[in-house]
Every structure is written in C-alpha cells, then in structure tokens.
C-alpha cells in the first residue's frame, strides 16, 4: 500500500467496469482521482446498458471510503473542449497531476467489416481512439508543467495485437492505439513521462457479459447463446483455462506501470491475457 502516495491520477470511463475498478486501486495506493465518463448512452452502442450518474457517484463513494479525495466530471472524451475543461479543474484543485488512465471505450453489435454501419464505424474511432488522444491532450501540459515526470497508461485490448473476426471495427480503433502509445512514448520520454500500453484479454464486465458476446463466441447457438456457453468456447482461447480476468487483474498492472517500479517501462504492451497471445 502507499506506492502512489501523494500522486494524483485521472481516469476516464470511470463509473464503472475497469475504469472503477482503476480508481479504487489506484486510491488503495494513495492517489487523489480524477474521474469522468458520458454516464449516458451513446448512439448506436445497444449490446449493454450505458453508464450512469449513479454508477460515477457509487465509484466517488469507493474512493472516499478509503479517505482519498475525488472529483468527478460527466463528459464525452469526443467533446475535447469539455475534457480539457475538467482536467484543468482537477488539476487546478488538486495543484498536479501524475497518471493518466485512458480507459474509456466502447464495443458493439458484432459485424462483418463490410457491413459496418458508417456511423458506427465513426463512432468506434470517434469515442476510442479520437476520445483517447482527447485525453491524453488535453492532461500531459501538465504532466510536463509538473516536471516531475509522469505515466500515461491507455487501455487497448488484444485486439491491439491480433486481427479477430467480426469485430474489425472495434480492432481498427484498438490498433490505433498502439501507434498513439508508441508515438507518444518517444515524444514524451525527454520528460521522463513514460507511456504505456494495457492489452486485456475478455475482461468481466458489461461490455462483455451480455447476449450479443455470448452470441458472436457461440454462433452456432445464436441468438439464443447462454452465458455457460460462451464461457466453455471462451476458455478455449486462453492458455490458463479461464474465460475471462477480472477487472482488478487490469488494475494491478495499471498500478504497476504508473509506479516508479515501473520508472523506466516507456512504449511497451502489457498484455493481462492468461496467456492468449501465446495460445
């Protein structure tokens, strides 16, 4: 406990999957937060339930329930303009910051790459990767004003690393944030603002746990896939027999790589994926 102590840390998605999940770890740390998300739907995404008020003020009460402070914000990472306001507000409150999460994101109803509605395929670059240099844009001024150096930690996928069927859209915007992460690195590092690169495999939350994932890993029971099914075909993908991690699994590495364990880790992927990419 205490590795983050003193630090203050900004996450976005954060009310609720791994972007809550972020904020109480980083918190058990010792970090002040910084927190938003839309807390609303966003257009064309309907395989899950969209975020809510309530869900970003139960992530506020985690966090204060271990005595470290927050300030929380609804906005869209699409909306620069507003996500510069917010961090420039938690900032100025909180008088630095040290980490940057960027964990926000979406996923969709499975397609073929070219049958890919053109507003959802907007969509998926506009909140992902758009939302995600939005972030990062708009918090390392600070991160380099604070002179103290720094760690940006965006949140990909292993779809960052592999082509997967159906999801191509979601996969394109993943990719993309690679290229972000090792650009960024090598613009940032003079700073000693390390950037890094999460690649979670099937991670339990919303964005996975509903009909529409449990259809696409079982098309052979579709539209009627169940939840047990999915995890059988699931575990299939992985080395260590399991269909999917925990949020808390993503956060531990997080916490590692904002950490000065982690102080000359710059450019990499970390891949949480019980072994997937090696399976």
Same mark, same amino acid.
């Given at each position: 406990m205490g590795r983050l102590e003193g630090k203050v840390a900004l996450v976005s998605g954060a009310a609720r999957g791994q972007g809550r999940s972020h904020c109480v770890r980083l918190a058990e740390e010792g970090a002040d937060i910084i927190a938003f998300d839309i807390c609303k739907a966003v257009a064309g995404v309907d395989a899950y339930p969209p975020s809510t008020p309530h869900d970003l003020g139960e992530t506020a009460r985690q966090v204060e329930a271990l005595g470290r402070r927050i300030v929380t914000s609804e906005a869209d990472v699409r909306e620069s303009a507003a996500v510069?306001?917010?961090?420039?507000?938690?900032?100025?409150?909180?008088?630095?910051?040290?980490?940057?999460?960027?964990?926000?994101?979406?996923? @969709?109803?499975?397609?073929?790459? @070219?049958?890919?509605?053109?507003?959802?395929?907007?969509?998926?670059?506009?909140?992902?990767?758009?939302?995600?240099?939005?972030?990062?844009?708009?918090?390392?001024? @600070?991160?380099?004003?604070?002179?103290?150096?720094?760690?940006?930690?965006?949140?990909?996928?292993?779809?960052?690393?592999?082509?997967?069927?159906?999801?191509?859209?979601?996969?394109?915007?993943?990719h993309g944030l690679l290229g972000l992460v090792r650009s960024m690195s090598r613009e940032l590092g003079k700073h000693y603002i390390r950037v890094t690169n999460l690649a979670p495999t099937n991670v339990g939350t919303d964005m996975l746990l509903n009909q529409h994932a449990y259809n696409l890993f079982c098309p052979d029971s579709a539209p009627n896939a169940t939840r047990e099914q999915f995890e059988e075909v699931a575990k299939a993908s992985h080395a260590i027999p399991i269909p999917y991690v925990e949020p808390v699994d993503i956060s531990n590495a997080l916490v590692f790589l904002a950490s000065d364990e982690a102080r000359y880790i710059t450019g990499i992927t970390l891949a949480v994926d019980a072994g997937a990419t090696q399976h």
């Open positions: 510069r306001e917010l961090v420039d507000r938690g900032v100025a409150q909180f008088g630095r910051l040290d980490i940057v999460s960027a964990q926000a994101g979406i996923s @969709h109803v499975p397609y073929q790459l @070219h049958e890919v509605p053109e507003e959802l395929w907007q969509v998926m670059l506009d909140v992902t990767l758009t939302g995600t240099w939005n972030t990062v844009k708009a918090s390392v001024p @600070h991160l380099i004003a604070g002179g103290r150096g720094g760690a940006v930690v965006v949140t990909s996928s292993l779809a960052s690393l592999r082509g997967l069927g159906n999801v191509g859209h979601y996969v394109a915007a993943k």
